[in-house]
């Protein structure tokens, strides 16, 4: 069993940045790919970032220059950083551990809900 507990959401202004962190704990092990997705109201389910246990990672197009994966191993937390953010990054994020996949893998993973562990989420809602 993996345990994963995200924090970090909040409300900001469009342009502005938020940081989520994501512990995890548990039976965890390095070489699984871990990454975020997203859920806002009446939407589908959505990958955004993933990274492999190498450090390779792989984003969704939509925040492809704006969002940042990583993970500290040694603290077994994954983080995403989000800057430049829209109205449009609204939704709840969760934290997922997805599998032993490549980084593009778990993207689709994720937007299928292929993941063998996720977290509760936190709310991010971006204003205009």
């Known amino acids: 069993q993996v345990q994963l507990v995200e924090s970090g959401g909040g409300s900001v202004q469009a342009g502005g940045s938020l940081r989520l962190s994501c512990a995890a704990s548990g039976h965890t092990y390095s070489g699984v790919c871990m990454g975020w997705f997203r859920q806002a109201t009446g939407n589908e389910r959505e990958g955004v970032a993933a990274?492999?246990?190498?450090?390779?990672?792989s984003y969704a197009d939509s925040v492809k220059g704006r969002f940042t994966i990583s993970q500290d191993n040694a603290k077994n937390t994954l983080y995403l950083q989000m800057n430049s953010l829209k109205p449009e990054d609204t939704a709840m994020y969760y934290c997922?551990?997805?599998?032993?996949?490549?980084?593009?893998?778990?993207?689709?993973?994720?937007?299928?809900?292929?993941?063998?562990?996720w977290g509760q989420g936190t709310q991010v809602t971006v204003s205009s």
């Open positions: 997922a551990a997805v599998g032993t996949m490549t980084a593009i893998g778990a993207l689709t993973a994720m937007t299928h809900g292929n993941m063998a562990y």
């Open positions: 990274i492999n246990g190498d450090g390779t990672t």
